[in-house]
């Protein structure tokens, strides 16, 4: 009976060293599941956040082609004022300007001008003896 009762001792031995190696397993796969989902989720993170600055930049591109749009149209502009024919017609217009040699005629009129075609509405009342 000796050799028999050895036998489930090595059994039992047998079953303890895998029991023991699947503990070790389970947490080697669970630090390994940790750690991909740790990397996918800083992936994930990234790729939010590069999707939102590609969106910044065409925000930023398209407010910088507003502003250049309208600095060329400041710059013809300027170019527009510099010119004589400009600065004749607003010396004349705005600052009442002459030319040298030209008279100057200013026409007024009255305040109360009154059209020459009015005229009273007569009274038609029989007291009046019309």
């Given at each position: 009976?000796?050799?028999?009762?050895?036998?489930?001792?090595?059994?039992?031995?047998?079953?303890?060293?895998?029991?023991?190696?699947?503990?070790?397993?389970?947490?080697?796969?669970?630090?390994?599941?940790?750690?991909?989902?740790?990397?996918?989720?800083?992936?994930?993170?990234?790729?939010i956040a590069i999707i939102?600055?590609?969106?910044?930049?065409?925000?930023?591109?398209?407010?910088?082609?507003?502003?250049?749009?309208?600095?060329?149209?400041?710059?013809?502009?300027?170019?527009?004022?510099?010119?004589?024919?400009?600065?004749?017609?607003?010396?004349?217009?705005k600052l009442g300007l002459?030319?040298?040699?030209?008279?100057?005629?200013?026409?007024?009129?009255?305040?109360?001008?009154?059209?020459?075609?009015?005229?009273?509405?007569?009274?038609?009342?029989?007291?009046?003896?019309?």
């Amino acid at each position: 009976m000796e050799g028999h009762s050895k036998v489930p001792a090595v059994r039992s031995s047998k079953r303890l060293g895998r029991k023991r190696l699947a503990r070790p397993r389970r947490l080697v796969l669970a630090l390994l599941l940790a750690l991909i989902l740790a990397v996918g989720a800083g992936f994930v993170r990234r790729q939010i956040a590069i999707i939102r600055l590609q969106a910044e930049i065409k925000r930023v591109q398209a407010e910088i082609g507003a502003v250049q749009s309208r600095n060329e149209n400041l710059r013809q502009q300027i170019e527009h004022m510099a010119g004589p024919e400009y600065v004749e017609k607003a010396a004349r217009e705005k600052l009442g300007l002459v030319m040298p040699g030209e008279t100057v005629y200013d026409i007024a009129e009255p305040k109360d001008f009154a059209s020459p075609f009015d005229v009273p509405k007569r009274n038609s009342s029989p007291e009046a003896g019309y």
